[in-house]
């Protein structure tokens, strides 16, 4: 496998784990500040939000922050990646 190859399967794996890590974490706290389920979902979306904005900053250029596979479907739809590359993107 090409480097390049490899650096974008490792962005998408290291992007996909900390959008995971945030929306648990984010939630876990949210709840252990208040019993409010309105409150704890603003949180939650802030945190997200920032997190998902900050990690298609850094990761773009890299594999192109296909962090949701409906990025990934319309990638191929629009034939700008392969057939493998949507495949590994939708594994990881």
Do not use: C
Request: charged share 10%.
């Amino acid at each position: 496998m090409e480097r390049q190859k490899i650096k974008s399967i490792l962005a998408e794996f290291l992007g996909s784990f900390l959008l995971a890590a945030t929306v648990v974490g984010s939630g876990i706290m949210a709840t252990n500040l208040t019993g409010d389920t309105g409150i704890q979902l603003i949180i939650n979306a802030i945190a997200t939000v920032f997190v998902l904005y900050t990690i298609i900053t850094i990761f773009s250029s890299i594999s192109g922050a296909h962090f949701n596979p409906a990025v990934t479907l319309s990638f191929l739809i629009d034939k700008q990646i392969k057939i493998k590359v949507a495949i590994t993107y939708w594994i990881i």
